[in-house]
């Protein structure tokens, strides 16, 4: 079975085209196929693009903390938002728009069927940071109970998400109904009686908390075992030997990051808080507190069996692929060897950790931040959870 992949807005023949203004759009092509911009052989600018249409959120902590500490360097690194598409963080890349994107494993699904040159590089989540939120009282742990309801979208291209994770749980999809209820409102939706469930994940459950919005949630990090949204660039670029180490650099500074938050996370999240003050505002100490350490539990995994931060988990990633060939998601198989890369990860991690964890422990706390017990947070990081 071939999926529906116009429905979910995948179109391969497109261009993206800089307006004066800075607005990036999407254009359809002729015949002749896509216009890929010429570019220097090392980039001028490495530009990464979020999957979720903004920046003023917590998941991206360990590039702001490792911005803050200095561990990039003098390299020239740019954050875009994109558009709310769900499936721009691959297009974007794939054209040369930007450098390099995080999609979901479902999202870079999409890009591996419509032909998208792509790698993954770096693996942020390790564990499946995905789950499905319902509300209060109407909460189910076998997720086969969802058969013949409706389950709420931000984004029509989340249902490449939703469709092999529920599939892993014995749910026949084509007895799903979705809707895209629009970003960032389809959590309010659910909460206003439409839909029977929305799509969740790890670090959002804070923020929707923060909206006034109490769910209960079948949590992906403890019945999953998916892989969950990696970095991913065009495959070209690691042919190229100083694009490569340009890479090994800028995932070293994330990985610096992701050390810096593990080893003191109220500082991380007062990085983000600084580049987003509205955020703070919303947000708080305390459910920013807890929205990072939510990340943190996705993102390093177990570590012992991690070759490092990024480090992929073929076996784990093979079997979505296995997956989502049998449901029609991808219509021809993939081995995860072919489309993932641990080569970059040795380097990436190699770095002064002790180094990581003074600055860390020497980072200067707000009274709000300082006062929190990071440890009761801990204890009450699965709350709501079936």
Do not use: C
Request: no cysteine.
């Amino acid at each position: 079975m071939k999926p529906d992949m116009t429905r979910l807005g995948v179109n391969r023949r497109y261009f993206l085209q800089v307006s004066a203004g800075g607005l990036v759009t999407a254009t359809a092509l002729g015949a002749s196929g896509l216009l890929t911009p010429a570019r220097a052989a090392v980039y001028e600018k490495f530009t990464w693009i979020s999957p979720r249409g903004t920046l003023e959120v917590l998941d991206d902590y360990p590039y702001w903390a490792a911005k803050k500490a200095g561990y990039f360097g003098d390299l020239a690194t740019d954050m875009q938002p994109g558009p709310s598409d769900g499936t721009a963080t691959v297009k974007f890349v794939d054209v040369g728009q930007a450098d390099m994107g995080f999609p979901s494993p479902g999202v870079f699904s999409f890009a591996i069927q419509n032909g998208m040159k792509l790698k993954s590089v770096f693996h942020m989540g390790a564990r499946d940071t995905f789950s499905f939120a319902f509300r209060k009282g109407e909460g189910t742990k076998d997720l086969k109970t969802l058969e013949g309801k409706t389950i709420l979208l931000g984004s029509a291209a989340w249902q490449a998400i939703t469709d092999p994770l529920l599939a892993a749980q014995g749910v026949d999809v084509k007895k799903v109904k979705y809707v895209e209820a629009g970003w960032p409102t389809w959590g309010t939706a659910l909460a206003g009686g439409q839909g029977d469930a929305a799509l969740s994940w790890e670090g959002l459950r804070a923020e929707w908390i923060a909206k006034g919005l109490s769910f209960d949630y079948w949590l992906g990090v403890q019945h999953s075992k998916f892989p969950a949204n990696t970095f991913v660039v065009r495959s070209a670029d690691l042919e190229d030997p100083d694009r490569k180490a340009f890479l090994e650099k800028y995932l070293r500074g994330w990985a610096m990051g992701l050390e810096f938050g593990y080893q003191n996370p109220r500082a991380a999240v007062e990085a983000v808080f600084e580049q987003f003050p509205t955020l703070a505002s919303n947000l708080g100490p305390e459910l920013g507190t807890t929205s990072i350490l939510q990340q943190i539990n996705v993102f390093r995994g177990d570590m012992d069996k991690r070759g490092g931060w990024g480090w992929h988990d073929m076996a784990s990633w093979q079997a979505f692929f296995d997956q989502i060939h049998k449901i029609g998601q991808i219509t021809a198989p993939v081995k995860a060897e072919d489309v993932l890369t641990n080569d970059l990860i040795k380097p990436a991690n190699d770095f002064d950790k002790a180094k990581v964890k003074a600055d860390a422990d020497g980072a200067k706390l707000s009274d709000g931040f300082a006062k929190l017990d990071v440890e009761k947070i801990k204890a009450n990081l699965f709350s709501g959870a079936l």
